[in-house]
């Protein structure tokens, strides 16, 4: 399997390129930092280099071109501000998605956030709320599509080792989960049609990831 991935250099995506190679599948990593080809070869992963906030679709589309699956896993971060919360967590997303179809890449996976259902949440700050609104936007622009969608939304991340015990679901509540059980769910979905067309939440659970796939 060919798996490109948008915000390739990012915790989850590196930890996905991993498992990827480990499984012997092929990971696909754009990143817009040329410096950073090194962590994604470390990876066993492959870098294309082009900025999806600058970039046409043609180009982005050329290195989609021949995948099996297109996923989505950049995001602006925290302290870029609302312009560019808009062009890479709106922008971006709708961009990648655009160049998937003309591709002719099926499957997509397209990491959201938690409490992007209520954007206008007014115990959020403005500076949360303006990612919650890029991120529905997001997953917005995505289900209209005539493609095999499933939008995952984790809930708070952590850096801590992954437990492989989890809580998925439509709905789960608030919540943390270690990116490494993030990334080994977005690749369990990659080989679930029962996920397609579907929004999904994540947290830690007591739940083995092979059978909250399965219960899906």
Do not use: C
Not at 121 to 129: M, Y
Not at 147 to 168: C, E, K, M, N, S
């Amino acid at each position: 399997m060919r798996v490109v991935i948008a915000g390739g250099h990012g915790q989850i995506a590196l930890r996905l390129e991993r498992l990827l190679a480990a499984r012997g599948d092929e990971g696909v990593g754009i990143i817009r930092n040329p410096a950073h080809t090194a962590d994604l070869e470390a990876a066993g992963a492959q870098a294309v280099v082009l900025d999806l906030e600058s970039s046409d679709v043609d180009t982005v589309a050329e290195a989609l071109k021949g995948a099996d699956a297109a996923v989505f896993a950049a995001g602006a971060g925290p302290g870029s501000g609302s312009a560019r919360k808009d062009t890479v967590d709106r922008g971006a997303a709708a961009l990648f998605a655009d160049a998937a179809v003309q591709a002719g890449v099926r499957r997509h996976i397209q990491v959201g956030s938690m409490g992007a259902d209520n954007p206008e949440n007014p115990d959020a700050t403005e500076d949360f709320r303006v990612y919650l609104r890029a991120k529905r936007a997001a997953e917005d622009d995505l289900k209209a599509r005539d493609v095999d969608w499933t939008i995952l939304r984790p809930g708070a991340l952590t850096d801590d080792p992954g437990t492989g015990q989890v809580l998925l679901a439509d709905k789960t509540g608030r919540g943390p989960i270690p990116r490494d059980d993030v990334a080994a769910v977005l690749l369990a979905l990659l080989d679930t049609p029962a996920s397609t067309r579907r929004t999904l939440e994540l947290i830690a659970g007591e739940t083995a990831i092979d059978a909250a796939i399965s219960a899906l």
